[in-house]
């Protein structure tokens, strides 16, 4: 049984991770040991997934990784405020989800989303 799917970026500037998934994501560096930097939510279970597809539905490319989070609009505000490009949204999609694409330090496609409450 799969307790955990990891993704790996393959990149000789690890320590620029941190301005994306610790700064503006605010997940936790779990693990350090300087020739790989894993970042997750401490104390807090994430379910395991893992996509294939086509296409990133509405048209747009498929990313290369989806997070979900909180609050998109709040995440949002600080992906322009550091700066990151914004390459699709945000838009309330018809499956139930708000998004938006950027791309992360190492040129990685992240689709952000929160589900839309009723």
């Known amino acids: 049984?799969?307790?955990r799917i990891v993704l790996n970026i393959d990149t000789?500037?690890?320590a620029d991770a941190a301005g994306f998934y610790?700064?503006?994501l605010g997940l936790d560096l779990i693990m350090d040991h300087g020739w790989i930097a894993t970042y997750g939510a401490a104390n807090q279970k994430m379910g395991v997934q893992i996509s294939f597809a086509s296409e990133g539905g509405s048209g747009t490319p498929t990313p290369d990784l989806s997070i979900e989070?909180?609050?998109v609009d709040v995440v949002f505000e600080k992906v322009k405020s550091a700066g990151f490009p914004v390459e699709y949204g945000p838009v309330n999609e018809p499956w139930g989800v708000r998004r938006f694409y950027t791309r992360d330090p190492f040129g990685k496609l992240i689709n952000i989303l929160s589900h839309i409450e009723d």
Request: no cysteine.
């Open 69 to 71: 989070v909180e609050n």
């Open 12 to 14: 000789q500037k690890i």
């Open 22 to 24: 610790k700064d503006v």
């Open 1 to 3: 049984m799969v307790k």
